[in-house]
């Protein structure tokens, strides 16, 4: 009997082992397809309200600052690598904007286009 048990220890840690390299990833599929759908969502929300607040300086750097923090978030649950970085990227960007005056805003805004349209361009690669 403990011959035949034997032979079946190095099967069921292979077992184990080949299925815990599966769920792995599954998981990093999952959280990357999750970074995929999250991040534009956010960067879409955000363009859209910052362009309503130029205005408005103290509200935009509050949602430039929300969406910095949404994003890093985001970045931190991301397995894929050049999304990860991509995504902390922009989050750091965005949260280094400084908007105290109208001419700030403006200046954000623009700024804002820029880092999204090159981040997109990354995010589509990686989510490819």
């Known amino acids: 009997m403990r011959l035949v048990s034997s032979r079946f220890v190095p099967l069921a840690a292979f077992a184990v082992a080949v299925f815990a390299t599966g769920c792995s ?47 890093g978030e985001v970045a931190d649950k991301a397995s894929n690598t050049t999304l990860k970085e991509a995504t902390d990227d922009l989050a750091t960007s965005l949260g280094k904007l400084n908007v105290t005056s109208a001419n700030e805003a403006v200046d954000a805004v623009q700024k804002v286009g820029t880092d999204t349209t090159a981040y997109l361009s990354k995010l589509k690669e990686a989510c490819s």
């Open 25 to 71: 990833e599954i998981n990093a599929t999952v959280d990357k397809a999750q970074a995929c759908l999250e991040a534009p969502k956010i960067i879409t929300e955000t363009v859209t309200k910052i362009g309503t607040l130029v205005n408005d300086p103290a509200a935009m750097e509050k949602e430039l600052n929300s969406a910095s923090q949404k994003l």
